[in-house]
């Protein structure tokens, strides 16, 4: 089990929150109410949380707007994707080798602010439902990055990726 309290990437703050949510830390009712959460009106385990983690608490307070709805979509998509969480299987494979529509691709990366929330929720659904592990980081950058230009980098890695295993896949059938 990782070390909770060491401060790193984002990568590493995902992990150390997968790691907190899958914890005897967390009651399975507040699993459930981290799943069902509505990011505008989070419940108060978020607030729990972000209070254990100072890591956390700090990323609420950077600029940008709606920090803590986006923090908490972070949550409820870690929370939906359970143990289905995978160091070394990256988003855009993953939504390939789940068979992740290329309309739902477009959405999820081409979706404003708003609707992004609710498409990376639909999308830790869809893979949860289809048991498909995947690196959450990538769903935690699409909702968190400010800047513009690495926010579109990241959008065609997963893309790329996405379209690059579905390729690698059609040719291994044939």
């Known amino acids: 089990m990782p070390d909770l309290d060491q401060p790193t990437s984002l990568a590493g703050l995902v992990?150390?929150?997968?790691?907190?949510?899958?914890?005897?830390?967390?009651?399975?009712g507040d699993r459930a109410s981290l799943r069902k959460l509505d990011p505008e009106h989070p419940p108060l385990i978020f607030w729990k949380m972000v209070a254990a983690d100072e890591e956390l608490g700090d990323q609420l307070h950077r600029p940008g707007g709606r920090r803590a709805e986006r923090w908490a979509a972070v949550l409820q998509a870690l929370a939906i994707l359970g143990e289905l969480r995978s160091d070394q299987i990256?988003?855009?494979?993953a939504l390939a080798e789940a068979r992740f529509s290329e309309l739902r691709l477009e959405r999820?990366?081409?979706?404003d602010e708003a609707s992004q929330l609710e498409h990376v929720r639909l999308t830790?659904?869809?893979?949860a439902a289809k048991g498909q592990a995947v690196e959450p980081t990538h769903l935690a950058r699409l909702i968190l990055e400010?800047?513009?230009?690495?926010?579109?980098?990241l959008r065609r890695d997963i893309a790329r990726a996405y379209f690059h295993s579905l390729h690698r896949a059609t040719t291994q059938e044939t």
């Open 15 to 28: 992990r150390r929150l997968a790691a907190r949510i899958d914890s005897d830390a967390l009651s399975p």
């Open 90 to 93: 990256y988003l855009g494979r």
């Open 108 to 111: 999820l990366l081409r979706g």
């Open 124 to 127: 830790a659904r869809f893979l």
């Open 146 to 153: 400010d800047d513009p230009e690495r926010a579109e980098t």
